[in-house]
């Protein structure tokens, strides 16, 4: 069972920067693709970035030019590096990896952005 946990969330104020983590565990093989989604409160879960085995990115409009995600597959980690973050950004952000036979998501970390 692949199990995905995220640190670095936080309260920050706007303008400011925060990173946030994911590790993988419980599986010798490397997700094929590695995420980040977020859910703001009253509203749909949306994919913020994400990174494939082949290092091709994705990112949200709402994100482009403010976010950057990374992987590391030594280690089986996604990271995603915040910057110039806005009140809109605020919500839960979820990590998430697919794997050939699955999908799995993290437990969320709250990220708050104070204005």
């Known amino acids: 069972q692949v199990q995905l946990v995220e640190s670095g969330g936080g309260l920050v104020q706007a303008g400011g920067s925060l990173r946030l983590s994911c590790a993988a565990s419980?599986?010798?093989?490397?997700?094929?693709?590695m995420g980040w989604y977020r859910q703001a409160r009253g509203k749909q879960r949306e994919l913020v970035a994400s990174?494939?085995?082949?290092?091709?990115?994705n990112y949200a409009d709402s994100v482009k030019g403010r976010f950057t995600i990374s992987r590391d597959d030594a280690k089986k980690t996604v990271s995603l590096q915040m910057n110039s973050l806005k009140s809109e950004d605020t919500a839960v952000y979820y990590c998430n990896a697919a794997y050939s036979w699955n999908t799995y998501w993290g437990q969320g970390t709250q990220v708050t952005v104070s204005s």
């Open positions: 419980g599986s010798v093989f490397r997700p094929n693709v």
């Open positions: 990174i494939a085995s082949g290092s091709s990115t």
